[in-house]
């Protein structure tokens, strides 16, 4: 058991030097950054979503920057769209579940504010819509998903697409993408 256990803690070490190795990830990670600074220098929001563990990475760093990540500081409009239960099976039950996210889009984004899609394969239904909805509020899209990106590779202003497949794998490396994004957004910001 020992072993298996060493083995997983090296994939995921291989998984985070595959993406340090790739200089564009670091790059597309700057250029979101600044994205990020100016929409939330003029009050505008993002708005972030995904399925399963990617839903749940949604909300990690929704919260980091409408609550707080190091600094004691003004809070940073971002929300996970799949937080309300009620709209959210209140959708799916009446416009089917490849809806749930664009629905929310057309509500509540705005010209300038930021969407940011995790899907592992890039393929998920309703992230893709989701996104669509998002280009045509005049949104930034921003995909974060494995290896080739999948379909949503082709829908993003930026895409962090980490170097591997394997799903837990490509779930922990977007969790250190979004704290290194809310780190050094929060410095930009708030010194």
């Not at 993406?19 to 009050?43: H, S």
């Amino acid at each position: 058991m020992s072993k298996r256990i060493r083995k997983i803690m090296q994939a995921s070490l291989d998984a985070k030097q595959a993406m340090l190795d790739d200089e564009q990830i670091a790059q597309t990670l700057c250029d979101i950054i600044d994205r990020a600074v100016d929409c939330f220098g003029r009050q505008g929001k993002m708005l972030l979503a995904g399925n399963g563990g990617s839903a749940a990475d949604a909300q990690h760093i929704a919260a980091e920057l409408s609550g707080r990540f190091y600094r004691d500081r003004a809070p940073l409009f971002a929300e996970a769209l799949h937080v309300n239960s009620s709209y959210l099976t209140a959708v799916a039950n009446d416009y089917g579940y490849e809806e749930v996210f664009a629905r929310m889009i057309r509500a509540a984004g705005r010209t300038g504010d930021i969407f940011v899609g995790l899907s592992t394969s890039g393929n998920s239904p309703n992230i893709l819509r989701a996104a669509g909805a998002a280009r045509e509020a005049g949104m930034t899209v921003v995909g974060m998903t494995g290896s080739d990106g999948g379909k949503l590779a082709d829908h993003c202003d930026f895409l962090l697409n980490v170097p591997v497949s394997d799903t837990p794998r490509v779930q922990e490396c977007h969790i250190l993408l979004g704290h290194i994004l809310c780190e050094i957004i929060e410095l930009k910001m708030f010194g």
